[in-house]
């Protein structure tokens, strides 16, 4: 693939934004905030209060304010708090910020009203972050009569509560802020209410009007405001022993690691310092809170995460109650998977949990050290979210992929983290991963989204042009400006590099063969089996794939990744299962593709005992999420371990799309030594329901099939050759006369019967 070809590709196809970016031109409001004077040089870390009164003559139905901030906003109408942490981690690209759109006609009424916004206003760049440096605030509603605009009229104040902690700032790639809060200089209480009497406010300082440097663009939020799960008690709590200084130390217990914004109401003398952590020992965002006389309550706005809520109480005062809010990703736990193995029940939960609390702005890789948007873990990530969530997950992953192209640079290449405002550093073979077979083709597969694909696809193509073939026919190794490959040692660069790369090539040859452009599908598709070739002349050494310098013993990663790149051939799994038996180098984000090698040979009962030996540590312990690490090292809480997930679901119940928005899709069950298996998968189409259960080789399937879509059943002859479906044989000779079944054949080992949607009841004989 040379340039000329690439160009031509960028000519000829019609290039698409998302939907989600409309162009501000049609903005009427203003950006206002603390200074519009030239040469201004913004503070980190503010908290700015904005009010605005207004009357309306009618009550409508619907009012859809348009609100964009760097960085978080809180937002009040009438007294009511509407938006719990609005606005998005900037960066939709290197220039644009995002903007939100919020209806808040529920909260309205006919006559006055007040819109009160408190804006955070982080001032750091971080790993999913690019500060804009200027915390400008933009409001717009056009609703009953009444066009509320942010300008000058309206009036703002530096929260005086807020402060700066005394505590240790986060490291560099957080971007978010601890918080300090000072109860006795909250001078303003009851800001938010229509009655409180702003006259002593400044009038708003106008800053420009959109599109206007440094906000630029605009593009609406492509993802939903967070789900809410409201103030809710703790388990426990446990109170310590005093100390010598009379202090205590209450420790909450949460149901599990989630992301929470603790709360507290206290009594007792002012002037007193309570901080707010978790047990997470890597946990960068914490609460100072210093006391007033008397009652008060107060929730930090600023969400951390851990197993437990530690708070530390100075003596002189009471606790009178102590609550969390969870806010997390809107999406529902709508897939599940259960069978008769308590151990891969608890790792498929632990899974998702993990999976769960690495969801945000983005797709972190953890949700303390770092929260950035690693594309190696966001290609684990996005595969376990189309088994275990509801399809509004996906919109978060076109989000990352939207992202990761848009920040590409003119040379071609891209990386990762993205957004981010203090990185730019590649990681070549993370970006193999993202764009092929399993990051890019299996979001469009799982979603049918065909205007991703259309977007992405000429930009794909100018990445995989950096990519060289070397003399030998293998592809030459980019280093890029972070030459990583994973945690670990042993391990095998060339051998991966070009399973990577083959996986590359057949993933954008199958959005080329989606958008019709055959000429590049047949022109990626021979790239690829010419590596293909070379690689099984010059790294099979007859027992392993490998790359002749390689020092030691066989690479688990490099054989695995052969597998599932179609490089290892048939007569060669024995060899390579042997590996995968004895081998154990590979990381958690690394060790799905060893796991699903092993699937993809057919060796299932291999697959659950690695399974459950590599993740044992982990399911036994009493955190509900996934390490970093094996056994149990790194964070406490990295999704890129919850490949199991997706085996599980994938290949053990045996469910996966055949085409892309599954109108077609696959039950290939491969139980190995379970006997029984429940799976839901909701799919952009609706719900698949499927039990399993096997007995002496016999296969008994339960299936509830969504509307608008056609099973292939695939079943091995290991569970028999002959079937009946609702008490009726099915054959070569019956099978149509079956109301619902389009097709029945057998080759090899393999039957194949293709049905309708609806419920069916298959027994094998």
């Not at 503070?43 to 901030?69: G, M, N, T």
């Not at 206290?266 to 952590?277: E, F, L, P, R, T």
Request: charged share 20%; hydrophobic share 35%; glycine share 8%.
């Amino acid at each position: 693939m040379r340039l000329l070809s690439i160009l031509f590709v960028l000519s000829t196809l019609a290039i698409s934004h998302p939907a989600s970016a409309q162009q501000d031109a049609t903005w009427s409001a203003s950006w206002i905030g603390p200074s519009n004077s030239v040469g201004y040089k913004a503070k980190a870390d503010q908290w700015i209060c904005y009010r605005k009164s207004f009357e309306l003559s009618e009550l409508p139905q619907h009012a859809v304010a348009r609100i964009a901030v760097d960085s978080r906003y809180f937002l009040w109408v009438n007294g009511k708090l509407a938006v719990f942490e609005g606005g998005l981690k900037r960066g939709p690209n290197p220039s644009d910020t995002y903007f939100d759109q919020v209806d808040l006609g529920k909260y309205l009424h006919v006559g006055s009203n007040t819109i009160a916004a408190l804006q955070c206003y982080w001032g750091t760049d971080g790993f999913s972050h690019k500060s804009s440096g200027m915390p400008g605030f933009l409001f717009e509603l056009h609703a009953g009569g009444a066009d509320v605009l942010s300008d000058a009229s309206w009036k703002w104040l530096p929260h005086p509560a807020f402060g700066h902690v005394s505590g240790k700032m986060p490291n560099f790639r957080i971007s978010e802020r601890p918080v300090h809060f000072d109860e006795r200089e909250d001078t303003i209480s009851g800001w938010q209410n229509p009655a409180y009497n702003d006259s002593a406010w400044a009038n708003g300082l106008v800053l420009g009007a959109p599109p206007c440097a440094p906000w630029n663009t605009l593009r609406l939020r492509p993802i939903p405001q967070w789900k809410d799960y409201g103030l809710k008690s703790y388990r426990s709590q446990q109170v310590s022993p005093a100390a010598k200084d009379g202090s205590i130390q209450i420790t909450a217990a949460l149901p599990y690691n989630c992301q929470i914004t603790p709360y507290l109401k206290v009594s007792g003398a002012a002037g007193k310092q309570i901080s707010i952590n978790t047990d997470d020992p890597l946990n960068e965002i914490y609460t100072e809170y210093v006391t007033k006389t008397g009652t008060q309550e107060f929730e930090t706005p600023a969400w951390m995460n851990g197993h437990h809520v530690i708070y530390s109480i100075p003596a002189g005062v009471h606790v009178l109650a102590l609550k969390y809010r969870e806010t997390g990703y809107a999406t529902e736990f709508t897939g599940s998977f259960t069978c008769d193995s308590p151990e891969l029940n608890t790792l498929w939960e632990k899974c998702r949990r993990t999976l769960y609390i690495t969801m945000r702005d983005n797709f972190m890789d953890c949700p303390d050290r770092e929260r950035g948007q690693w594309w190696g873990d966001a290609v684990n990530e996005i595969g376990e979210t189309f088994y275990s969530l509801s399809p509004s997950s996906s919109l978060l992953a076109r989000k990352g992929i939207y992202n990761l192209i848009e920040w590409q640079r003119s040379d071609g290449s891209i990386f990762s983290p993205v957004p981010a405002g203090n990185w730019s550093s590649e990681l070549p073979d993370q970006m193999l991963a993202s764009v092929g077979q399993y990051g890019f083709w299996n979001y469009v597969l799982y979603t049918g989204d065909k205007q991703t694909a259309k977007f992405i696809y000429p930009r794909l193509l100018k990445y995989l042009d950096l990519w060289k073939i070397g003399p030998d026919g293998l592809v030459v190794h980019r280093a890029g400006e972070w030459d990583w490959i994973d945690w670990g040692d042993n391990i095998d660069g060339k051998a991966l590099d070009n399973g990577w790369y083959c996986l590359a090539l057949q993933g954008a040859a199958n959005i080329a063969k989606l958008l019709g452009d055959s000429a590049h599908a047949e022109r990626l598709t021979a790239e690829r089996v010419g590596i293909i070739a070379s690689a099984r002349r010059l790294l099979w050494n007859g027992n392993a794939y490998v790359d002749p310098q390689h020092k030691g013993p066989p690479d688990d990663r490099a054989n695995g990744l052969a597998v599932v790149a179609g490089i290892a051939e048939p007569e060669q799994y024995d060899s390579i299962a042997k590996i995968l038996t004895e081998q154990q180098w590979a990381s958690p984000y690394m060790e799905k593709y060893v796991l699903e090698a092993l699937m993809l040979m057919h060796r299932a009962d291999l697959a659950a005992a690695r399974m459950k030996q590599r993740y044992e540590p982990a399911i036994k312990s009493e955190l509900t999420t996934l390490p970093e690490t094996f056994p149990m090292g790194g964070t406490s809480n990295h999704a890129w371990s919850g490949g199991p997930l997706t085996i599980l679901s994938q290949y053990f119940a045996g469910i996966a799309p055949i085409e892309p928005g599954y109108t077609t899709y696959r039950i290939a069950p491969q139980m190995g030594p379970l006997k029984e298996i429940h799976a839901t998968v909701d799919t952009v189409r609706g719900k698949i329901d499927l039990s399993l259960s096997q007995t002496h080789n016999k296969l008994e399937v339960h299936l509830n099939s969504p509307v608008g879509t056609i099973a292939e059943l695939q079943i091995s002859e290991d569970y028999g050759k002959s079937f009946s479906i609702g008490g009726r044989e099915i054959s070569a000779s019956t099978w149509k006369n079956i109301r619902g079944i389009s097709g029945f054949s057998q080759s090899g080992t393999l039957t194949t019967i293709r049905l309708s949607s609806g419920k069916w009841n298959l027994i094998s004989n």
